[in-house]
């Protein structure tokens, strides 16, 4: 499969979910101007102390204890600061995490978003305990997706419910389209 930043930040929001959040925002804007494409991912989990966060940047330190190395966060990390981009992790103790990246928009070594839209509907409709915010901006366009919104509306209506479902893909899809034009990232 080609390596796509969508399946990175599929990544990072399911350390959030590990985490036990019941709320994850995800942003994606992009600056053309500014040449830069920057994602951030924050959660109301455990959090983790300045040691763990430290740790986690590290691709053996991990608290998973099916296997010993843990790659998601180092990974994600190496490919911001390929395209000359930048990586924090800010965190408190039960309070919560977020995860800043940014990426050379332009760089060679940059790997397109791919589909963003499968990973943000994919963790809607597969966690339906959680909220999701999601923006999407692109040179000051942007449009976003508040679980919460479509819950208030839907009552007792299941997020997973196929039409439902279906709804919240195209919703996605259309409002990227609007936002995009004739650009692909
Ligand atoms: N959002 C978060 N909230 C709390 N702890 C986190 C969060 N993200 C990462 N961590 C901690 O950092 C560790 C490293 O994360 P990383 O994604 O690099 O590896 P992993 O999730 O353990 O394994 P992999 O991602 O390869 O499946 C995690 O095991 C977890 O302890
Ligand atoms: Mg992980």
Redesign the pocket.
Known sequence: MLPELSLNVL??A???I??N?TQIEIAISIHSDADILSII?S?N????TED??S???D?F????TT?D????????KQAALNTGGSFS?A?KTDI??T?TATFGLSHIDRMPLGDINSTIHTLIISNKHIDFLYTYEFDGRKFHLDTREFREILGDIPLDLPEVSNYIKEYLEENQREVDGDYRF
């Open positions: 990544d990072i399911n350390n959030s590990r985490a959040a991912i959660d989990g455990c959090g983790m763990q966060i740790h986690a940047q691709p330190y991990t608290t998973r296997r190395v843990g790659l998601g966060i180092p990974f994600y992790i965190s919560g995490t995860v």
